[in-house]
Each structure stands twice: as C-alpha cells, then as structure tokens.
C-alpha cells in the first residue's frame, strides 16, 4: 500500500482537513493509504494539546497505527509547548511540553532521520 506523510502548514489545515477528513477516515480503516508521519507547522499544532478531542484521538490511531507525530520545534518554543530556546531549533535537542502522548518536537534533519526507517511514497502538504 501507499505511504504518505502529511504536513499541516497552512492555516486550520489541522482542525479543518485533519480533524473532519483524514483523522475519521483512518479512525474507520477507509483512509486508503498507510500514513507513516504528520508534521504539524504554526498554529495548527495547538490541536496536539493534551486534553484536545482531536489531538487525542489522533494520539490513539497514531500509537495504533505507529504514525509519527512531530510538531516544529521552531513554532512550539514560540507557543510555549515546548521546552527549549530558538538556538536549539533543528539540533534535536527541543522536547514538547503539554501535547497529546507521542508526539515529539523537531525541525527537517529530524523529520528526516524519523521517516527514514519507513520513507514515504508522497508527502501531501496542506
């Protein structure tokens, strides 16, 4: 099957087309595709906080379905869910702070060591 890795760049691409599209399909086993990674950029990561309805639903089809969530170190430190400073961006070293279980905090060499093992066909910007 396909492999594809989202990443949520635009504004509301998270709440909109994650929450109302892709997270119910895979929640039905419909998606038609094996997602192996989310990278959440800007305000779209704010859906990951614990306690959030679709950040935590996400968290359980993510565990299930061994999906890499990874919000941008770079605009976690500048919403405060995660801990670390600007001049740590991209060395790997920034952790999230107050998001859903399993997600983790980094920048492309990150992104890139963690999808390695199971490389995507297609990433889908949205």
Do not use: W
């Not at 379905?65 to 991209?90: W, Y």
């Amino acid at each position: 099957m396909m492999k594809v890795a989202y990443v949520f760049a635009t504004p509301n691409a998270a709440t909109y087309k994650l929450a109302t599209m892709i997270l119910p399909q895979l929640e039905k086993g419909i998606h038609g595709a094996d997602v192996v990674g989310m990278m959440f950029f800007d305000d779209n990561l704010f859906c990951l906080r614990q306690g959030d309805p679709v950040g935590e639903r996400l968290a359980r089809i993510a565990k299930e379905k061994n999906i890499l969530l990874m919000v941008c170190d770079q605009c976690a430190v500048q919403r405060n869910v995660a801990e670390g400073t600007f001049e740590m961006c991209g060395t790997g070293s920034v952790t999230a702070k107050g998001l859903v279980d399993g997600v983790v905090a980094g920048c492309f060499p990150q992104l890139y060591g963690a999808l390695a093992g199971s490389p995507p066909d297609y990433v889908i910007t949205l």
